[in-house]
């Protein structure tokens, strides 16, 4: 077990309340929900890139909350099951399936440990989760277990703690100029520390420390894209351009990885 499963527990609650307390403004939030028709086209490109060789059409969100990508999967015609372990954030994403009329299903529980039974899945994907696991390596074994041969994982997220002399000047800018979101106030901004203080990615989470767990937990062929610059174009419409510019600043990618058959 590694130093940080050690702290499990209370981590592990505080990154749930965390969350639980996002829910409520969480989709208002450019960059979390999808306000474009363009931004969903490209969202759909990517994801359709890196499915194409996906075996079956049963997909699992790991972390869904709101439901944003679960919805961009049943968009693109998988069977799509989402799961998070926040009961205010499954709301959100049942309520959107319940008014969007989409047949999608939405599982309380750890994407860290989900309890599904081995090999269910032909493709598993999660956006923004893995920078607050609190036990990657654990994590990555099991959802090898979880895919079947041949499946497919494909991880969205990116280092936010790493920060360049740009980003820092954005990011003052950002604070200077424009009003905070309730998301982004003192309270928050504290606990969200708190939290990364504890977590394996305390350092961020860069795209060739996770390629090597992934690596370490039997995945093969991986593919690290660290050209997102599609969704950027598409979310500066929303997001702004202090934001914008930040965002592009950062190391995002979109990491895929196969279970061998
Ligand atoms: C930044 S949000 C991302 C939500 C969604 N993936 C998206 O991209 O819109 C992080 C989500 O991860 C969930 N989460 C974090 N750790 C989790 C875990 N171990 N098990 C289940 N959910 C978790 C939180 O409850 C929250 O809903």
Sequence with gaps: MSDAANTNLTLRDEICEYW????ETFDLQPGHEIFSNSERGVWHELIARHFQKTKGNNVLDLACGTGVITHLLDDLGFEATGIDWSEAML???REKAKIRKRSITFLQGDAEETREPDETYDGLITRHLVWTLVDPQKAFQHWFKLLKPGGILLIIDGDFVTKNILE???NFA?????TASPAHSDVMRDRH????SQVYFSHGAKADEVKQLLTAAGFSD???QSDMSAIHREQAKAVGFLKSLSRRSQHRYAIRATKAE
């Design 91 to 93: 709301a959100k994403a």
């Design 174 to 178: 950002i604070r200077k100029f424009t």
């Design 168 to 170: 820092k000047a954005l």
């Design 193 to 196: 520390q708190h939290i990364l």
């Design 20 to 23: 639980s307390m996002r829910a």
């Design 222 to 224: 991986i593919e690290v």
